[in-house]
């Protein structure tokens, strides 16, 4: 009786093959109305490697309700089960394939204009080295600022509400749960996807770290840095008062249009010649003195003969 009563509440098991295929022919439906799409691709057993993707996974798995959701999840997400995944400011919407295609949406709120403030001020002196600065990356220091439960990155128990249009009544279904892996598979490779999730801009950690980096280091040989460099390694504008924009070309005027006269570069000026050394002379090379001729053997002279 009971078993009848589940059978038309739960769908018949739906086999992983026969899953791929209906998700395949989804998104090729999809793909004819303009979407594409951007499954999650986990090779092996370990769904995320780095810190910020297990980070998330570890941050988000305590707000579950349930714990055997969590392994059908994992079990989702490695074989290919989200085949949708879309990050964007404040929300992430997904498609995944079980016995039917079911959509998950999790809204965050973004983070508050004041939250983002404190973080931004917090990370600005952590930058631990010149090396880390110049190659974009943040400090463990850093990383656990922002990923800190209370007041960084992450959202709090109030920060997030979560839904999947499958019949399960758990808060944290295996959809959903699947889903919550695949943001941190994500994050492994985009980690900047964080802060777009939260709608705030990771490059003005950046900035106010370089800035703050160069100015202390502005008096110390050695240890200053271009401005000019950051702005290049990391595409960020930072504008200093008071210094005056570079004077354009000079434009000569021509018939017609004026076109701007590209400023030659100066002659090199030729080294003048030291004082009290004299200009080396160039030496003439000496005619070729033609060899003498040898000198031929004596001729031994003939006895004189004597009269009688």
């Known amino acids: 009786m009971a078993y009848g009563r589940y059978e038309s509440y739960w769908r018949p098991y739906v086999s992983v093959g026969e899953r791929m ?4 022919k989804h998104a090729q439906t999809l793909a004819k109305k303009g979407h594409v799409c ?11 490697r780095s810190f910020w993707g297990k980070a998330w996974c570890g941050h988000m798995e305590s707000y579950r309700d349930m714990e055997n959701r969590l392994a059908r999840g994992r079990t989702y997400v490695r074989n290919g089960s989200v085949f949708d995944l879309q990050i964007m400011p404040g929300r ?16 965050f709120k973004t983070l508050s204009p004041k939250h983002w403030a404190a973080i931004r ?43 999947c249009s499958c019949p399960d009544s758990a808060s944290m279904c295996k959809h959903i749960a699947a889903v919550i892996y695949g943001i941190g598979a994500r994050l492994d490779h ?43 390694v ?5 504008a200093t008062e008071g210094t005056p924009a570079p004077a354009p070309p000079p434009v000569v005027a021509t018939k017609g249009r004026a076109k701007a006269k590209p400023v030659k570069a100066a002659k090199k000026a030729k080294p003048k010649a030291k004082a009290g050394v004299k200009a080396k002379t160039k030496v003439k090379a000496k005619p070729k003195t033609k060899a003498k001729p040898k000198a031929k053997a004596a001729v031994s002279a003939k006895p004189r003969q004597k009269k009688d």
């Open 21 to 24: 295929l209906i998700a395949r």
């Open 38 to 48: 951007c499954p999650i691709t986990v090779e092996g057993l370990k769904i995320v």
């Open 92 to 107: 992430v919407e997904a498609l995944v394939s079980g016995s039917d295609i079911y959509k998950v949406s999790v809204q």
């Open 121 to 163: 001020t917090r990370c600005a002196g952590q930058i631990a080295s010149v090396v880390e600065l110049l190659h974009g990356t943040f400090s463990d220091a850093v990383m656990k600022l922002l990923t800190n439960r209370e007041d960084g990155m992450f959202p709090g128990s109030h920060d997030f509400t979560m839904n």
């Open 190 to 232: 985009e980690p900047a996807l964080l802060f777009k999730l939260r709608d705030v801009d990771y490059k003005e950690l950046i900035a106010a770290a370089a800035a703050g980096l160069a100015t202390a280091a502005a008096g110390a040989a050695g240890s200053a840095i271009a401005e000019s460099d950051i702005a290049d």
């Open 234 to 238: 990391f595409g960020v504008d930072i």
